[in-house]
């Protein structure tokens, strides 16, 4: 086989689309003015911070005044579990619900908190990666000031039923935060219809650039100032705004949701035909079959080292992750694979390969063609 480049690592990062780069571009030369400047320079630089904020409010179904521009999925998930529970926290609120499948900015949060005072419930998923509306209602306490639950994976790509758990948390009067950084564009959301008070997403996860990224609060939420020190983001979020970042990143979700259904339907089709492929290889699925995300492809090959194989998949040109791309230098196997069930060695040998809406039936095929002579080279090691 020829060999092609395959880039398949689109939940670790994915490239700055053309359409993005152009509406870019002005801002990072003739139009440069800090957007709080009363010149007209400065006026086109805060309109155009605006018109971001309204395409991500559509998108979300929000009013452009609950969208708060951040540094990333990172920043908006630190910023939404510490500065939410702590401004519970002298209410006497001070236990959060969790599952032990977040990222690890959520968790990480999570942990600081524990430290301060809080108690934290880690909820266990099933064997797909999912989290019930059922498991959630059953944590609630009274003294429950948050729920964190991630929309959708990024090792497994399994999806929530966020609106079931949206609709537990409202019943219980309980604010409900999501890290939808793997969702967006990905999946329709709604968080009026779904109770979300909170939503963490990234620009780098969806063809925008890295160090971007938007946290939803729905007004009225109370929420402690992330960084102050000047009066951007309603004083919340200081700091001269990221204007070509932001620009790109009102551009990149609205680019997401159009032709949403075509694109949805030509992805996973070719999603489950490197699934079936890798299948027939020996790979066991992770995650849920029904419940997934429309680029996600998470297969163990028991027996096999991830990182070996990452190595011989990338001297094939193709780009791919193990568990997830924060474990690749460390031997402890994934949170999230463990937490599902899986065995060390099954977890050890996880393979994640995310695409998007440009991969092709034959990107689909090469890399089942790679991952047959891969393995038969690594079985033939085995045997000497
Ligand atoms: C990538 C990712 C993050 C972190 O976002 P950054 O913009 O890279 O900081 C958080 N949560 C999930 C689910 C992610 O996939």
Redesign the pocket.
């Known amino acids: 086989m020829e060999k092609r480049f395959v880039y398949a690592d689109n939940?670790a990062s994915t490239a700055v689309s053309e359409r993005v780069l152009n509406a870019m571009l002005p801002f990072l030369s003739e139009s440069f003015g800090n957007p709080s400047s009363i010149h007209r320079q400065g006026r086109d630089a805060r309109r155009a911070i605006e018109n971001a904020r309204e395409q991500i409010a559509e998108c979300l179904n929000c009013h452009p005044s609950e969208i708060y521009f951040t540094s990333?999925?990172?920043?908006s998930?630190w910023w939404a579990v510490t500065g939410y529970a702590k401004a519970q926290y002298e209410h006497g609120k001070r236990h959060i619900v969790t599952t032990a499948v977040e990222?690890k900015?959520v968790l990480e949060a999570c942990k600081k908190l524990e430290k301060q005072g809080f108690e934290v419930t880690y909820l266990k998923p099933d064997g797909d990666g999912i989290i019930t509306a059922e498991q959630v209602e059953n944590a609630i306490r009274k003294d429950t000031a948050l729920v964190t639950v991630?929309y959708a994976?990024?090792e497994v790509g399994t999806v929530m039923p966020v609106e079931e758990i949206g609709r537990v948390c409202k019943e219980k009067g309980v604010c409900f935060h999501t890290?939808a950084?793997?969702a967006v564009g990905n999946v329709k959301i709604d968080v009026k219809k779904q109770n979300i008070a909170m939503l963490?997403l990234?620009?780098?996860?969806i063809h925008a650039m890295?160090g971007i990224?938007v946290l939803y609060v729905r007004n009225g939420t109370a929420l402690e100032a992330m960084i102050t020190g000047g009066a951007q983001e309603k004083g919340r979020r200081a700091g001269t705004e990221n204007v070509p970042a932001i620009v790109g990143l009102g551009e990149a979700v609205k680019a997401a949701y159009e032709d949403f259904d075509g694109r949805y339907e030509r992805t996973v089709k070719v999603r489950d035909r490197l699934i079936d492929g890798l299948i027939k290889l020996g790979g066991r699925l992770n995650g849920s079959c029904e419940n997934r995300l429309m680029g996600n492809v998470n297969v163990s090959f028991e027996g096999f080292e991830g990182e070996t194989m990452l190595l011989l998949l990338d001297s094939k040109g193709i780009c791919a992750s193990g568990g997830s791309a924060c474990s690749s230098g460390q031997t402890e196997p994934s949170h999230v694979l463990t937490a599902m069930g899986l065995t060390a060695e099954q977890a050890r040998g996880a393979l994640r390969f995310s695409i998007d809406g440009g991969f092709t039936a034959e990107d689909a095929d090469y890399i089942i063609e790679a991952m047959k002579d891969i393995i038969s080279r690594l079985n033939k090691m085995k045997g000497l």
Not at 72 to 75: A, H, I, K, L, Y
Not at 202 to 205: A, L, N, R
């Open positions: 939940a990333g999925g990172t920043e998930d990222h900015a991630m994976n990024n890290d950084v793997q963490s990234s620009g780098h996860k890295k990224g």
